[in-house]
């Protein structure tokens, strides 16, 4: 080997090693033998390394398919099994009502109509004067126009000097599209934004619980809860161009001795101070940033208001009739991020099963299985008359949930259960349910996820006034809905039906096999449930 040649490799960077023994062998040996240790070298190369990086390859597929099916386990499992009531919490609960303990003060109106709904919140965030706590698992984003109005109304609130805390769930779908609102309002000093049980990678059997609370509380005096989120289409709003989802609230004014207010305070604190509450933090990215500061979004309130006067007109003192109460309760599931006891479905089926005639409960879902079917069987033995209200296939937009509902239906029909389905415009989002001398409503779905995976809350009330009014509202719904005979088809009625798209029919069908499997993750929690 010649000296030039041993000092080019001895003087060469590692990086360039094989480009210096070709350019070094090319000068000292023939072309014939320069050939044949490139030939040599290359496949050398390729059966080592190709065949090692091959084998890399294999173990790091086969390891992220083992960390990606352990943490699908992780995440799906814990809710697979679903735990009863404990003994004790069936006995401090039995019977049909809360007792009164002492004479309740508190007043309560139902608000149906959307715009009513719309101008009870706006009344009660104008005229708070200490503090405003307020928990929704959606307010819909930058693009709604509901959205803008009622965190600029928050932000107008904490300018007077009213504390501000609101609570939202980490991960409902529209958490993304509001990000850059909810900057904007939490740089008030005033402001407190919190999510509950955001995603967290290293948790996943977190990854399936959500809040799906929404009420407000003002001044510890005034409570607006129910079922409707902060959306256009909760609300009549006349700039929605959308099909409107039809749902209910309760305004309750009161406070003092047997009032709700100081339980739905303590149920917020508890919320507030959980180690799964995070704080929002404003540097996280928001979605398509249409309003650069708080004044462009208060402008963009102004002007809603400014385009459409009529529709925030004051209401007038017959638009909201306060009833009296003999009692007001909540009840609620528990609020930690895993799975959950059905104590709320216990009282809501101690309620249903402990009355006399005609019950009945309103759902927008029914994706159940056989257990809490056979809950409901059992609820029905005693009444005179057990009625589901629910949507019917042309206006349910949860295509999930719907699919869910169509292979246990039949079940519901051999319990005796009268199924009743929605066939006018829209669709129905509220959740309530009557007997002849109380109402429940608030976000509770008929489904698995708000039995046995969500936060949930009802109001109780009691007292024959306000269940005359329930009933009323139940009434009009029964009045654009058809009955479901024992064969599954409508029983004959005055009711025109709507008719389902064959494609969404045939797609319902398709979902209903799988639906079968996975419907404990079925309903809220959904992009369309809410």
């Not at 599954?488 to 079968?516: I, N």
Request: hydrophobic residues 40%.
């Amino acid at each position: 080997m010649s000296i030039a040649f041993q000092k080019k490799i001895r003087i060469c960077p590692t990086k360039d090693y094989y480009k210096t023994v070709k350019n070094a062998f090319c000068r000292s040996f023939c072309p014939l033998v320069h050939k044949l240790f490139i030939y040599l070298w290359y496949g050398f190369s390729n059966f080592f390394w190709g065949d090692l990086l091959k084998r890399i390859i294999k173990k790091v597929i086969k390891l992220v398919m083992l960390v990606a099916a352990a943490t699908l386990a992780a995440a799906l499992l814990p809710y697979l099994w679903h735990p009863d009531v404990t003994d004790s919490f069936k006995a401090e609960h039995a019977g049909a009502l809360p007792p009164a303990d002492a004479p309740c003060a508190d007043e309560i109106a139902l608000l149906e109509d959307g715009r009513t709904a719309f101008l009870a919140r706006l009344e009660v965030l104008r005229n708070a004067e200490t503090n405003l706590d307020i928990s929704y698992y959606a307010i819909e984003g930058e693009n709604d126009g509901t959205s803008v109005i009622f965190l600029s109304e928050v932000y107008k609130a904490a300018e007077r000097g009213v504390k501000v805390r609101l609570l939202l769930d980490g991960k409902a779908p529209s958490i993304r599209k509001c990000r850059s609102l909810l900057s904007l309002i939490s740089a008030h000093d005033n402001i407190t934004v919190r999510l509950y049980n955001p995603w967290d990678l290293f948790r996943p059997w977190t990854w399936n619980a959500f809040m799906h609370d929404k009420y407000i509380i003002a001044d510890e005096k005034h409570l607006i809860l129910g079922g409707r989120n902060i959306s256009d289409r909760f609300f009549s709003a006349p700039w929605f161009e959308n099909e409107y989802a039809f749902d209910l609230d309760a305004i309750v004014k009161g406070g003092g001795e047997g009032s709700v207010l100081p339980q739905v305070n303590e149920y917020f604190e508890t919320f507030w101070s959980l180690d799964c509450v995070k704080p929002f933090s404003s540097t996280q990215p928001d979605s398509s940033g249409i309003y650069l500061d708080i004044n462009s979004m208060l402008a963009a309130a102004e002007l809603l208001e400014m385009q459409y006067p009529q529709y925030f007109a004051p209401m007038e003192d017959a638009a909201v009739s306060y009833l009296p109460t003999d009692k007001i309760t909540l009840i609620h599931n528990s609020i930690l991020p895993r799975p959950k006891r059905p104590e709320l479905l216990y009282n809501m089926l101690e309620l249903l099963g402990n009355s006399s005639g005609t019950v009945r409960l309103q759902t927008p879902y029914c994706p159940v299985g056989t257990d809490i079917i056979d809950k409901l069987a059992d609820t029905r033995e005693g009444l005179e008359a057990f009625v589901l209200q629910t949507n019917s296939m042309a206006s349910s937009p949860n295509f999930p949930a719907f699919s869910g509902y169509m292979t246990i239906r039949g079940d519901l029909l051999k319990a005796d259960i009268t199924v009743s389905e929605y066939q006018g415009s829209g669709s129905i989002h509220s959740k309530c349910a009557a007997g002849d001398n109380w109402a429940a409503l608030g976000s509770f779905n008929l489904d698995e996820r708000s039995v046995y995976t969500n936060t949930e809350n009802m109001l109780v009330v009691t007292g024959q006034p306000f269940a005359a009014c329930m009933n009323e509202y139940l009434d009009t719904l029964a009045q654009q809905s058809r009955i479901v005979g024992g064969d599954g088809t409508y029983l004959e009625g005055d009711v025109p039906l709507r008719e389902s798209p064959p494609q969404k029919a045939s797609m319902l069908k398709v979902l209903s096999y799988f639906s079968y499997v996975f419907r404990f993750l079925l309903s809220a929690g959904c992009p369309a449930a809410n």
